[in-house]
């Protein structure tokens, strides 16, 4: 440790303000975090929301993120029109229909954006978050157009391409926020039984209800580098467990060696993997659904006539126990 007496002059400070400082770009949304690298917006755009100095992955939007899988070519979005009601009149700050509407000024018009998209040649349904809308939440908007994009895959034979960016549940829909966790596992579920292809990429942050629903049911799982993928975000659990975690914590870089992703991809190189991997997983055009599909559609249609005689069946059943303990009690 350097002994030198510490000396403060007046004067030199005084000198020193005299002259102008260096003129600093102003810190925005394009100052990199890690190498303080300033872009202009279209160098941003073009280099996907990458810093080109250190690989930094800046956050992007769904329909951004949509062009930047296409290529350019055109996609087509689905159910653009579906927003959320307020059943349960909810109001923290601020009444949750004002929070809504100031995330819809923004650009956005749900945490969810779903497009039929080719990506590399193959088409596909691809269902990609927002984190910009409403920290990416998953309220009933974004759980019902994720079922309908599965809905869709097995209608129309195409795989799933999911990119997710969420915080979890939306906390301003309670339980109904809660129950898109299994409605999307269905979903998900529906693909499996239809063998169709379901490529999951997670992106930064996913947590919470997203990363313990549909983001952890992928077939093949890709996360960008440095994103974080958590149940508990490190403050929350270093706040309840009063212990330090250690920065690599959840990081996509640990989860791959934790064996919960199969690979970490820079985003500049994702279009033409995924493309890649729906070329090797597609099912040829014109071939009939896999026996798993009508299966699938079978016993759904049984479950919904057995549905329609429960009433009756159940008055059965009540009528038979009633009679066995009749005959029980003699
Ligand atoms: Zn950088």
Redesign the pocket.
Known sequence: MSKRPITVSVDRLLRKRDTPAPRKLPADERS??????HWTSDEMRRNMRV??????HFPAGARERLDQLSGGAPWVELWPELRASDPLQFVDLEPYPDRVEKAEAAGSNEALVVAEIPIGGHDCVAAIMDFSFLGGSMGSVVGEKLARACDRCVERNLPLVVITASGGARMQEGVIALMQMAKTVVAFDLMHDAELPVIVVLVHPTTGGVWASFASLGDVTYAEPGALIAFSGPRVIEQTTREKLPPEFGRAETQLSNGQVDDVVDRRELPARIGKVLGILERPSGMAPAPAVTMARAGAERAANAARTLPDLSRRVVSKVLRSDDKGGR
């Open positions: 990199c975090p890690k190498c303080q690298t810093c080109a100095a250190c690989g930094h």
